[in-house]
């Protein structure tokens, strides 16, 4: 079920919470939780963005739809809704976004704060970033305080840790339910992207909820067991239809690897009360994501154990449309999972491909007709 954004954060609006708008995937959701602000992951806004038309005005189309959906929701829907952005160095186009978004709101109007931290893409074992790095996030505790009028504590810091934890503890339940067999991947992804714009206490009763339901029998018959199990792997979800498709031909998600997903609740870090300390362990130690590229020697590494982990028979590498990072891995991914007998299918999904997914049912479907020939 498609949730409605706008509807959600208006909501947090008349509430009276200062709502900021987070990208890339991984923000540092417990600072801004410590200091009484809402983060939302302005991440797969493909099912809320109609058109593109504000957007294409300061974009190539060349450009992926994360961008050109998070510009056009920010220049358009997103404006009065937002108390300011947030930001970190991912991609190639996500460095060059901060200005355009800048400007484009000054124009329309709306001048929202703009708050950035630039994250070193280097192996600490190879350059010392840890000075660099702390003073990044400390200079980011004292922005906060000054633009919105709130106070670093401690105690609070580390009760938003703690908090954030048992919510990806949370998450890694129900991924884990969808493993089992007891959870569709759809129904999971929906309730994730709920997530995403709701605050942790809403996340909390979401999650909880979509784990409580679960009854102990398998929601799936005999014949879609681990044989046939499927890894997802990629920046977004593929949309639902996509999804329907997969969980409909035989096939099982078994596991992701998916940026938004999976990546996203895999690391947790310990507590502690310094964020310079905790923050620099967060993203040093982080799961492998290709928009974190120091992360890039430990990829292939993390996906065989995923495969292993599950003993899923395939991979289903869901690519989006002009994602250079992720685009430069596949091959060498499937040349690995290749050499070890595992069967990989790689699908491309576009900016208008919501709708247009047929050509994507007939390889899935072909793809499960393999899998299960190999059986």
């Known amino acids: 079920m498609q949730i409605d954004i706008n509807k959600k954060l208006k909501q947090l609006k008349t509430d009276g919470r200062k709502i900021i708008g987070c990208f890339p995937l991984y923000p540092p959701l417990e600072l801004f939780y410590a200091m009484d602000l809402v983060p939302v992951v302005l991440w797969g806004l493909r099912g809320t963005i109609t058109d593109t038309v504000e957007s294409d005005r300061h974009l190539q189309n060349y450009t992926c739809s994360v961008a050109r959906h998070l510009t056009e929701f920010v220049l358009s829907d997103g404006n009065g809704i937002l108390d300011g ?56 505790i004292k922005e906060l305080e000054d633009r919105f009028d709130v106070s670093f504590s401690t105690d609070k810091f580390v009760e938003a840790v703690k908090i954030i934890s048992h919510v990806r503890n949370l998450m890694a339940q129900a991924e884990n339910r969808v493993t089992q067999g007891h959870l569709s991947f759809l129904n999971f992804s929906a309730a994730m992207h709920e997530c995403w714009f709701s605050t942790v206490e809403e996340q909390i009763q979401i999650l909880e909820s979509l784990i409580g339901k679960l009854s102990g029998e398998p929601v799936y018959s005999a014949d879609k067991d681990n044989r046939h199990g499927v890894i997802l792997s990629g920046i977004l979800p593929p949309p639902s239809s996509v999804i329907n498709s997969i969980e409909s031909s035989g096939l099982r998600v078994v596991g992701n690897d998916i940026a938004s997903l999976g990546r996203s609740y895999a690391s947790m870090p310990e507590i502690r009360e310094d964020p310079a300390a ?71 999904i576009a900016i208008e491909d919501d709708a247009q997914t047929s050509a994507h049912n007939a390889r899935i479907s072909a793809f499960a007709e393999l899998l299960k020939s190999n059986v």
């Open 85 to 140: 952005l947030f930001m970190y160095n991912a991609c190639d186009t996500l460095r060059n976004l901060p200005e355009i978004i800048e400007k484009g709101s000054e124009k329309n109007g709306q001048a929202l704060p703009l708050i950035k931290v630039h994250i070193p893409m280097v192996l600490p074992a190879q350059t010392d970033v840890a000075a660099y790095f702390k003073n990044e996030i400390n200079h980011l």
């Open 278 to 348: 905790y923050f620099l362990d967060f993203y040093y130690q982080h799961f492998p994501c290709p928009t974190l590229l120091y992360t890039g020697d430990r990829r292939t590494t993390s996906l065989f154990h995923l495969v292993e982990k599950t003993g899923a028979a395939g991979v289903i590498f869901v690519g989006e449309k002009f994602c250079e990072y992720e685009y430069f891995e596949f091959p060498y991914l499937v040349q690995q999972l290749k050499d070890q007998g595992i069967k990989t299918l790689e699908i491309e």
